[in-house]
Nanobody, 114 residues
């Protein structure tokens, strides 16, 4: 199982980013997949989950602004983020499983600052 995140960066408040999570060693669509994040000095926080049957849910703190999606053709998970806020600053990880996940990638840094 290998997960590699990309797409992070520095963005101004109100901006947008799309994170990618390339999976290898397994077929992503057969698993529940999750995005979690870790802000500086804080613990892991659940962001969004994509269920293998197709259902999705996100935490109240990002609902309406973040969308989790999956491309089965290229075995990749995405997190599309709009209207970013400074409190969204964190390292974002994709993971297998629900909750805080089981196997996590190394993460990609998202910094929201003017």
């Amino acid at each position: 199982v290998r997960l590699v995140e990309s797409g992070g960066g520095l963005v101004q408040p109100g901006g947008s980013l799309t994170l990618s999570c390339a999976a290898s060693g397994f077929v992503l669509k057969h698993y529940i997949m999750t995005w979690v994040r870790q802000a500086p000095g804080k613990g892991l926080e659940w962001v969004c989950t994509f269920y293998s049957a197709g259902g999705r849910e996100c935490s109240d703190s990002v609902k309406g602004r973040f969308t989790i999606s999956r491309n089965d053709a290229n075995n990749t998970l995405y997190l599309t983020m709009i209207d970013l806020k400074p409190e969204d600053t964190a390292v974002y990880h994709c993971a297998t499983g629900s909750g805080l996940g089981t196997n996590r990638g190394q993460g990609t840094q998202v910094t929201v600052s003017s």
